[in-house]
C-alpha cells in the first residue's frame, strides 16, 4: 500500500512569487491535513479538507489556501511569499472510521524562500 | 484555544529507560497523539490514548489523565535508534479531525 506523497520535495523561490503543493493520501483516506514545521514553532496546523471541503482551519494568514480534488488528492498553495514562509510542508491523511484515526504523514516538501 | 506542554530536549542513556512529559490545556479533547520524527523525516505514529492510564506497546508506553491534563511517554532498554523527536498532539473535541503537535522534545542516546 503507497503511502503519502508529496511534490516537489524541495524547491526555491524568491520573495513575492507564489508556490503550490501537492499531496496524495493513501488510498481510501478522504481526510488530508497540511501542516508547516519550523525550527522555532514545530508542527503548526495549517489547513483540514475532508471531500472537497475545509472543515478546519489554523492561524495563518490567508495568503496560505488549499483544495481537494473528488480523488482526495489534494494541493496548498502560498501566495507573496516572504522570508518567514520557509520550512517544511507536511501533509498528512487519515481515515477515521477506522482505528484511532492517526495521521500518516508524507516526507514533506521543503521550501526555501530567498 | 490549545497549548501544549513539553520539555525541549532530553538526554539518556543507552539500556536505560526515559520518560517524555507533556501537558495540555485546550477548550477540548479527543484523545492524545504521541509521534516519533527521526531527523530530515515525516514523523511516525507511537502511541494513542483517550481514555485515563497506560497504553503499552513494546518498549513504548504512554500514559494519560485527562483531569491533570497530562501524558507521558516511556521509553525502556533505549536503543541508539530512539535518538529522535519525540511530538506530542492533542486532538480536539469539536473538531475531530484537527490534531495540534507540540513543539516536540528531543532526545539524543548516548553510548
Known amino acids: 500500500k503507497a503511502g503519502v506523497t508529496q511534490t516537489p520535495r524541495y524547491l526555491i523561490k524568491t520573495r513575492g512569487q507564489q508556490v503550490t503543493l501537492s499531496c496524495s493520501p493513501i488510498?481510501?483516506?478522504?481526510?488530508v491535513s497540511w501542516y508547516q514545521q519550523t525550527p522555532g514553532q514545530g508542527l503548526q496546523f495549517l489547513f483540514e479538507?475532508?471531500?472537497?471541503?475545509?472543515?478546519n482551519k489554523g492561524n495563518f494568514p490567508g495568503r496560505f489556501s488549499g483544495r481537494q480534488f473528488s480523488n482526495s488528492r489534494s494541493e496548498m498553495n502560498v501566495s507573496t511569499l516572504e522570508l518567514g514562509d520557509s520550512a517544511l510542508y507536511l501533509c498528512?491523511?487519515?481515515?477515521?472510521?477506522?482505528?484511532?484515526?492517526?495521521?500518516?504523514f508524507g516526507e514533506g516538501s521543503r521550501l526555501t524562500v530567498l | 484555544g490549545q497549548n501544549i506542554d513539553q520539555p525541549t530536549e532530553m538526554t539518556a542513556t543507552e539500556g536505560a529507560i526515559v520518560q517524555i512529559n507533556c501537558t495540555y490545556q485546550?477548550?477540548?479533547?479527543?484523545?492524545l497523539f504521541w509521534y516519533q520524527q527521526h531527523a530530515g523525516e515525516a514523523p511516525t505514529f507511537l502511541s494513542y490514548?483517550?481514555?485515563?492510564g497506560l497504553e503499552e506497546k513494546g518498549r513504548f508506553s504512554s500514559f494519560l489523565s485527562r483531569s491533570k491534563g497530562y501524558s507521558y511517554l516511556l521509553l525502556k532498554e533505549l536503543q541508539m535508534k530512539d535518538s529522535a523527536s519525540y511530538l506530542c498532539?492533542?486532538?480536539?473535541?469539536?473538531?475531530?479531525?484537527?490534531?495540534?503537535f507540540g513543539s516536540g522534545t528531543r532526545l539524543s542516546i548516548r553510548p
Open positions: 498528512a491523511s487519515t481515515r477515521r472510521d477506522i482505528g484511532t484515526g492517526e495521521l500518516f
Open positions: 488510498s481510501g483516506h478522504r481526510s
Open positions: 479538507y475532508f471531500s472537497e471541503t475545509q472543515r
Open positions: 485546550t477548550s477540548g479533547f479527543n484523545g
Open positions: 490514548n483517550v481514555l485515563d
Open positions: 498532539a492533542v486532538r480536539d473535541l469539536g473538531s475531530a479531525s484537527k490534531i495540534i
